[in-house]
């Protein structure tokens, strides 16, 4: 059986770099990230009341590969689930989010000199 390439791809969560996945939470979600200080590659996303330190603020830690600049549709998932949003809002949102041009391409696009 072979990999169909076609509009059932457009449906999963594409690996992303952290930046944008960053800037979508923020500006869809409310959800917000820092990097996680003496870790190198951790990032940590916090909902409301954005305090990492409060006992009701929802805040997950995750590691970040290809030097800490990628987040696996794996801990892209992870980070969802824990804030309550489904993947298909999370789709959706992608979707109408030119992060770094068309919405099928996420790799991060250079500027000339």
Same mark, same amino acid.
């Given at each position: 059986?072979?990999?169909?390439?076609?509009? %059932?791809?457009?449906?999963?969560?594409?690996?992303?770099?952290?930046? %944008?996945?960053?800037?979508?939470?923020?500006?869809?979600?409310?959800?917000?990230?820092?990097?996680?200080?003496?870790?190198?590659?951790?990032?940590?996303? $916090?909902?409301?009341?954005?305090?990492?330190?409060? $006992?009701?603020?929802?805040?997950?830690?995750?590691?970040?590969?290809?030097?800490?600049?990628?987040?696996?549709?794996?801990?892209?998932?992870?980070?969802?689930?824990?804030?309550?949003?489904?993947?298909?809002?999370?789709?959706?949102?992608?979707?109408?989010?030119?992060?770094?041009?068309?919405?099928? %391409?996420?790799? $991060?696009?250079?500027?000339?000199?």
């Amino acid at each position: 059986m072979s990999r169909s390439s076609g509009p %059932q791809q457009r449906h999963k969560i594409p690996e992303m770099d952290v930046w %944008q996945f960053a800037q979508l939470m923020k500006e869809r979600f409310q959800i917000l990230h820092e990097p996680l200080g003496g870790k190198a590659y951790w990032y940590r996303f $916090t909902g409301s009341p954005y305090n990492a330190f409060c $006992t009701e603020c929802r805040s997950l830690s995750v590691m970040a590969h290809n030097r800490g600049s990628r987040l696996s549709p794996l801990v892209i998932k992870q980070v969802l689930a824990k804030f309550g949003v489904s993947e298909k809002e999370f789709l959706e949102a992608l979707e109408g989010k030119p992060l770094s041009g068309p919405s099928d %391409q996420i790799e $991060t696009t250079r500027k000339p000199n």
